[in-house]
């Protein structure tokens, strides 16, 4: 069965500091990763893409990485601001019949405290 | 400029009525979906048009039927309304590329919907 698990489910930490968010898959055919930023009470919005063959890739102060043989990902986010306090999803793509379905995670929910 | 829009925000219902939500994008992009957030926050896709054909449909009751007039526009409307469809639906749209699927996909802001 196709399954994302994100760890940890929720997290606090202060202004400034930096935290790395986990997630394992069990998908399959893999088809990329993607890590979503979805602000409360709006859609998620894309942080990065990976596909099979890249194992980091960041955007901005994001930095995610893929470890294809162990099935893992990790999103690290670095000086952490106010604004990152959000749920962080990491979604697995699966290439099945022809087209791209994605498999989300339940979310790692991210809160930023002064 | 709102790339992809929703109407309603919110909707609140009896069950058994039937609703609509509708979905517009401006991005030029060919391939549009819907997805179902539950209490559990997991978004699942519901259907994926492609070009106005239907390409992805999960086991979704027929009770959902969606309709895309035209590749900008795919509305969902939902039959007989039941409790368990209270959730949050999310369109989202893309322009597929390449068979590696790598193309970002650009949420609305969800419709909240309450069926009391």
């Known amino acids: 069965k196709n399954q994302v698990e994100q760890s940890p489910q929720s997290l606090i930490i202060l202004e400034g500091k930096n935290c790395t968010l986990q997630?394992?898959?069990?998908?399959?055919?893999?088809?990329?990763l993607r890590w979503y930023k979805q602000d409360t009470g709006r859609g998620p919005v894309s942080l990065t893409i990976?596909?099979?063959?890249?194992n980091t890739k960041s955007n901005g102060r994001y930095t995610a990485t893929l470890d294809a043989d162990t099935k893992q990902s990790s999103l690290h986010i670095t000086a952490s601001q106010l604004s990152d306090s959000a749920s962080y999803i990491c979604?697995?793509?699966?290439?099945?019949?022809?087209?791209?379905?994605?498999?989300f995670g339940a979310g790692t929910r991210l809160a930023v405290h002064p | 400029d709102t790339a992809v829009s929703q109407t309603p925000k919110y909707l609140v219902t009896q069950m058994g009525n039937d609703k609509s939500i509708k979905c517009e994008q401006n991005l030029g992009h060919d391939t549009m979906y819907w997805y179902k957030q539950d209490s559990k926050k997991f978004l699942k896709i519901m259907f994926s048009y492609n070009n106005k054909e239907l390409i992805i449909n999960e086991t979704v009751p027929n009770r959902f039927s969606p309709k895309s007039p035209d590749k900008a526009h795919l509305n969902l409307h939902i039959n007989s309304l039941e409790l368990g469809d209270s959730a949050v639906y999310f369109c989202?749209?893309?322009?597929?590329?390449?068979?590696?699927?790598?193309?970002?996909?650009?949420f609305g802001p969800g419709t909240r919907l309450t069926v009391l």
């Open positions: 997630c394992n898959y069990t998908v399959s055919p893999f088809s990329n």
């Open positions: 989202a749209s893309s322009q597929e590329r390449d068979s590696r699927g790598t193309d970002t996909q650009y």
């Open positions: 979604v697995v793509s699966v290439f099945s019949g022809g087209y791209n379905k994605l498999i």
């Open positions: 990976m596909t099979f063959s890249e």
